[in-house]
């Protein structure tokens, strides 16, 4: 039962231009939503969040957008740099869930020069 | 600041040997978190600890698997009599606080069992 979904698995984008990862969820219950970065061989990296009573969270080039009606997130970067290139894990927690992450299965991003 | 530490970083079993896996939260960090990632999916939880105590199991399988975190020393994930299907990258995150408190993550232990 995978509650949180990441479609695509690859997107490839060019240096500059935006980026934009989707993100779907089933669960109502989810309050709390999470972005995180992955490099090869790394651990998770904690990009930006967004509490479920907001639409919008914005950080530099970073900005994550909530539509709680569609059960829809998105993750913008904007602009792309080849830096950003890695695997962005969507995530999800479930209030009073004791802070257990539900995450997807990842979006492998791809900046080109 | 260290960040989460996780050893050993690669791992290799033979079926039916026994894993310790051992991570060392962020300082002053109180409550650690345990995930393990498949090939090609996303990270799945595992269990929940504070200091001396398990707050959340609810991702562990029944058998074979269990997990510590002493009042001194790092958090232990311990499989017991590995199998083929245990492959995987396990994670470890820490927290300051629990509910609302972002989780760091370490690099991660990658277990090849044989």
């Known amino acids: 039962d995978q509650q949180v979904k990441q479609n695509s698995p690859s997107l490839s984008v060019q240096e500059g231009r935006i980026s934009i990862l989707n993100c779907d969820y089933t669960?109502?219950?989810?309050?709390?939503f999470l972005w995180y970065k992955k490099y090869p061989a790394e651990g998770p990296t904690f990009l930006i969040s967004?509490?479920?009573?907001?639409d919008k969270n914005e950080d530099g080039r970073f900005t994550v957008f909530l539509n709680k009606s569609a059960k829809h997130l998105s993750l913008h970067i904007v602009p792309s740099q080849p830096g950003d290139s890695a695997v962005y894990f969507c995530?999800?927690?479930?209030?009073?869930?004791?802070?257990?992450?539900?995450f997807g299965a990842g979006t492998r991003l791809a900046v080109h020069p | 600041n260290a960040g989460v530490m996780q050893n050993p970083r690669h791992l290799v079993r033979r079926r039916g040997q026994e894993a310790r896996l051992r991570c060392s939260p962020v300082?002053?960090?109180?409550?650690v978190y345990w995930y393990r990632q498949l090939p090609e999916e996303g990270l799945k939880f595992m269990v929940y600890?504070?200091?001396?105590?398990?707050?959340?199991e609810s991702g562990m399988p029944k058998e074979r698997f269990s997990a510590e975190f002493p009042k001194e020393g790092p958090s232990i994930l311990r499989i017991q009599q590995v199998v083929r299907g245990d492959s995987a990258a396990y994670f470890c995150?820490?927290?300051?606080?629990?509910?609302?408190?972002?989780?760091?993550f370490g690099p991660g232990t990658r277990l090849l069992v044989l």
């Open positions: 995150a820490s927290s300051l606080q629990g509910n609302q408190e972002t989780q760091y």
């Open positions: 669960n109502s219950m989810f309050d709390y």
């Open positions: 967004i509490s479920s009573i907001k």
């Open positions: 995530a999800a927690r479930f209030l009073g869930g004791y802070n257990k992450l539900i």
């Open positions: 300082k002053g960090h109180s409550h």
């Open positions: 600890l504070q200091k001396e105590n398990i707050i959340d």
